[in-house]
Each structure stands twice: as C-alpha cells, then as structure tokens.
C-alpha cells in the first residue's frame, strides 16, 4: 500500500482518517524568536500548550494535522518531534517550500538560473527535493507536501521563482502541493496557469484559503481544472464568517463538487504577528479560530444545510487520502 512520511515516520495512507488539510502548530519566526523572544514566549509553556490542543482536537476524532509551515513560517521539526511523541495517536505531515509575498530566499539571489552562479536546474528546488527525499536537517523527518505563497495578483519574480521551484520539485518527487492564495484578489488563477505551464499535476494542488471566496464562478474555474479547494480558515471570521463559509461549501456540493474541496482552519497554537497576547486577541476577535471549531460547529452546520454524510466523509477524508497517494 502506499505510505505519506509523517514526523513519526511512514504510514499507510488508507490509514489517516479523518484529516485537517491546513494547520500550524506554530507560526514564529526564528529570527525573531531568538533576539526578541524573552518575555513573551516560555518554550515549555508553549510545548506544554501544543500538546494540550493537540491531544484535544484528536480526541474529536481527528487523526491526521496537516502543517504547511516551512522556511519563513519558523519551521523548526524538533519541537514539533517533541511535541508528537505526546501525542502518538495524531499523525502530524511537515512540508517543505518557502513562504513569502514579495520575494525568493536572499541566500539565494546570486545562485540559479541566469544570476551570478548560473546554476541549473534551480538550487532552490533541489533543496526542497532535498527534504522530501533526505529529510529536513538531521531531524530524520521527511516532508511530504511543498508549500508557496502567492498573495498579490501581479507576483514579484522572486515569487514566480519559488513556485517554479515548487513545480520542479513536485515534477521530481511527485509530493503535492499547496498554495497560500488570496481569493479576495483570485490569486488562484495565476497559480493554475503558472503550475499547468510547469506540467504539475493539478490534481495534487491545493489552492489554499479559497474558502475566503463566495464567488462561485471563481471557486468552480479553480475546482474545474482538476485543483482542490481549500476551504481552510474556518474560524477566521474577520475575512468571512462561518455561515457564510458553510454556504459557499454547501452550494458547491449541491454542484457536484465534494470531490474538490478539503477543510480546515489555518489556526495555531501561537503566531507572532500580533503581539505578545495573541491567545487574548484571538479569544477577543476570533473565538471560533481553533482546531475544534470543524467538529464542534461547522460539521454539524454542514448536516443541517444539507450535505450528505457521504460528501462530509469525502471532504475530511477521501480527498486528504487521494492528495497524499502518489
């Protein structure tokens, strides 16, 4: 049977039940951890934190948290090792890629293709074929998935270069990927077109946080080129609420469209982009923004529109099954 690495190592991919395709654990910049951390984060008490959340969300029933953190995010597998080792019953897949809205990594803007240190093919997409291959550092932890970002809908080139290297680390491993998109700009389109060009499987893309759109014109485009939606940000109800969130869901399955969408949350343990009292500002702004709020609220908000148990079962675990089968 075929198998997707996870941080505790292969596992048969018939066997990750029910899955939430877009979460952090994490979200905090090394950097800035490093030199400005003291007096807003407490590594043990975060661990200690995770550990609680994540024994939480799987005692609901999920088994598999899928964490699209890489370099710029603050990846860092050894707390995430220490952290899944308490809580062996969740399955926990790493990505590899670059997270960035404006540019390609600095360590490499003088080496790949046409810079200083011609290089090709692009260093860059060899070190993410690098992770899924070797594994990430000398952690022995393979990722599974790459990760790009493409937020404005005229992206700088160093972008464009990171998705490039993304597509050819995809066309060398087969991993799949996902792709941070705004959908209020529909991002979304550029991704398609750029990935069809660089001969990726689109049907091993996922378009992320495309549930931050109502427009089904849009949302069926994407779906229809054979990409799956990511209908991940439940919670957030700044961008949308989650009414609104479960119609848009609801009128694509009444389409036919199950098949194409994955759910989740895009939620955290701990960011550091606003502040010291995130937990505060979040409880304040955003109470629902947890890894619970799927089974607890909007599973339930599903049924009573409409969908049938079989399109639920298809979203949270068919799909995930299918994205991470090679």
Not at 117 to 123: I, N, V
Request: glycine share 8%; hydrophobic share 40%.
């Amino acid at each position: 049977m075929p198998t997707v690495e996870t941080v505790r190592g292969a596992v048969d991919v018939a066997e990750l039940g029910p899955t939430l395709m877009h979460e952090h654990v994490f979200f905090v910049g090394t950097e800035y951890l490093q030199n400005y951390g003291s007096g807003w984060w407490d590594e043990e008490e975060r661990v200690a934190d995770a550990i609680e959340r994540l024994r939480s969300v799987a005692a609901r029933g999920v088994r598999t948290f899928v964490d699209p953190t890489v370099w710029g995010g603050g990846r860092y597998i050894p707390r995430i090792q220490r952290i899944n080792e308490q809580v062996p019953e969740l399955n926990i897949i790493a990505a590899t890629g670059y997270y960035h809205y404006t540019d390609a990594p600095i360590q490499f803007s003088n080496r790949g293709p046409g810079l200083l240190f011609d290089e090709t093919p692009d260093p860059l997409g060899r070190v993410f074929v690098r992770d899924i291959t070797e594994g990430i550092a000398d952690t022995g932890v393979r990722a599974a998935f790459l990760k790009c970002a493409v937020e404005h809908p005229d992206p700088a080139p160093g972008v464009e270069r990171v998705c490039r290297a993304v597509a050819y680390a995809h066309r060398e491993t087969g991993a799949p990927i996902t792709v941070h998109t705004n959908a209020d700009q529909q991002t979304g389109r550029w991704v398609v077109d750029l990935l069809r060009a660089e001969h990726a499987d689109l049907t091993k893309v996922v378009i992320g946080h495309s549930g931050d759109s109502g427009d089904l014109d849009y949302l069926t485009w994407l779906a229809d080129s054979g990409a799956l939606l990511g209908m991940d940000r439940f919670g957030i109800d700044l961008y949308r609420t989650t009414p609104e969130r479960v119609e848009t869901i609801t009128a694509l399955c009444e389409r036919g469209y199950a098949e194409r969408m994955v759910l989740s949350h895009d939620a955290m343990c701990w960011i550091d982009w606003f502040g010291e009292d995130f937990t505060g500002m979040r409880d304040q702004l955003m109470p629902n923004w947890h890894y619970e709020h799927i089974h607890n609220d909007v599973l339930p908000a599903l049924r009573e529109a409409g969908v049938s148990e079989k399109d639920i079962d298809t979203m949270l675990v068919d799909n995930p099954r299918r994205y991470f089968t090679r």
